[in-house]
């Protein structure tokens, strides 16, 4: 029986630590020094995270990863998206590949879902665009040190319309054994004042579930705009977790990259409920 092909770590080493005792340190440590959100009392459905280096943005994307630990046995499905920086692509991309490592270990891609997916015309098979990707990777270590069991639907997702995300992320909503986890840092290289300014009004736009967000105001924005706007009609509400810039984190405020978490909780029944601004 042929071994199924496993997606090597790209950016161990680079964006978070390549030894596994330092990676599973560093993790818990961050995780530990977490923020819990006071008026957050139910676990999320979804969270939006960032994906830079450690460094930069690992403190801030902790603040949404600890918002599952309650959650540590029951999720068994994570269902990643995020932008792919390095191959130009439309549509969604799902990997031929059938686990992702990192130094802590291989996880790996739910089949079912796999099988699911491919048979979907927005949906292409390449491992091409997955290869050097760290969108999705920095987000397994936390995953990893978080849950007990769980397997992965690694998406990465280009230009394409808010509603064909939003119908993608209805196929795989599933119930509370499966997370939604979005990776996407917000403005790009501004002056620390000027972004600022645009995360603010980023921030706004997505406590407000407006799927009309635009490539200089996140990298993941074709991702993003699927969630809010699968999140607006099944009127999960949204909590602002975190909002920093890599000038808050790692000092240098000349050219700075923004960075927000974000919770999206899902309530029982048809209620609506009032958005947090």
């Keep these: 029986m042929a071994i199924a092909p496993i997606r090597p770590a790209a950016v161990a080493g680079h964006f978070y630590p390549s030894d596994p005792e330092q990676l599973r340190t560093q993790v818990s440590e961050m995780l530990a020094a977490a923020l819990p959100a006071e008026d957050l009392t139910t676990p999320p ?17 902790a603040n949404a990863y600890c918002t599952l630990q309650s959650l540590h ?15 130009p692509i439309r549509g969604v991309v799902l990997p031929a590949a059938q686990g992702f490592r990192t130094p802590l270990g291989v996880v790996p891609v739910d089949e079912a879902s796999w099988n699911l997916l491919r048979e979907l015309p927005e ?17 397994l270590p936390f995953l990893q040190t978080l ?18 995300v939003a119908d993608l992320l209805d196929i795989l909503w599933g119930g509370p054994e499966t997370l939604i986890v979005v ?5 790009h290289y501004l002056s620390y004042d000027d972004a600022r300014a645009l995360d603010r009004s980023t921030a706004r736009q997505l406590l407000e579930l407006r799927p009309a967000l ?10 993003l705009n699927g969630l809010l706007a699968v999140a607006a009609r099944r009127g999960l509400e949204p909590y602002l977790l975190d909002l920093r810039n890599s000038g808050d984190t ?7 990259v923004g960075y927000a978490s974000v919770a999206f909780v899902e309530f029982p029944g048809d209620g ?6």
Aim: charged content about 20%; hydrophobic content about 40%.
């Design 147 to 164: 849950l007990e069991r769980f397997e992965i639907v690694p998406l990465l997702v280009g230009h394409g319309t808010p509603a064909a």
């Design 45 to 61: 459905k979804a969270i939006l995270v960032p994906h830079a280096g450690y460094l930069y943005s690992g403190a801030i994307a």
């Design 123 to 139: 949906v292409r098979v390449d491992d091409r665009p997955h290869a050097g990707e760290h969108s999705l990777e920095v987000q």
């Design 73 to 87: 046995t029951r999720i068994r499905r994570v269902v990643l998206l995020g932008p792919a920086h390095r191959v």
């Design 214 to 223: 635009q490539g200089e105001q996140c990298c993941g924005a074709h991702a």
């Design 183 to 187: 990776s996407s840092d917000l403005s």
């Design 250 to 256: 790692a000092g240098d405020r000349s050219r700075v």
């Design 272 to 277: 609506v409920h009032a958005v947090r601004h």
